[in-house]
């Protein structure tokens, strides 16, 4: 079974930590990526830029429409995943314990299962 674990940011609890703290999380990102690599369920993983990056496009009429920033103004905003294949839900919310994200308070990871995925490669 395929799942996305879903990585959400918020900002506030971000600039909360210290620098340590931070590195902390990348360093452990480091770390699952490795574990989920040598069991061979990582499939994928991406990190987002910050929404004020973004642009939204919608069509109107035919005629497409383009603005600066966020689909939508949140306090939280998806900040990366990884696709990962195992054989049951219960494993994939052991993996997702795993991400160091879940131990920050007011952080935590979206398990969600994949009804559908294509690929482009062979």
């Given amino acids: 079974m395929k799942f996305l674990l879903i990585m959400h940011m918020n900002p506030q609890v971000w600039d909360g930590l ?32 910050d929404p004020s990056q973004s642009a939204v496009v919608r ?17 939280e905003y998806l900040g ?21 994200d879940a131990s920050v308070p007011g952080l935590g990871i979206e398990v969600r299962p994949v009804v559908f995925a294509s690929t482009t490669e062979g």
């Fill in 18 to 49: 210290t620098e340590e703290q931070r590195q902390e999380v990348f360093d452990g990102h480091g770390a699952f990526m490795a574990t989920i690599t040598k069991s061979g369920e990582m499939l994928g993983t991406v990190a987002l830029a």
């Fill in 59 to 75: 069509v109107q009429r035919g005629m497409p429409a383009v603005t600066d920033g966020p689909y939508a103004e949140a306090k």
């Fill in 80 to 100: 990366g995943y990884y696709l990962v294949e195992c054989d049951s839900k219960e494993r994939a919310l052991e993996l997702a314990a795993l991400i160091p």
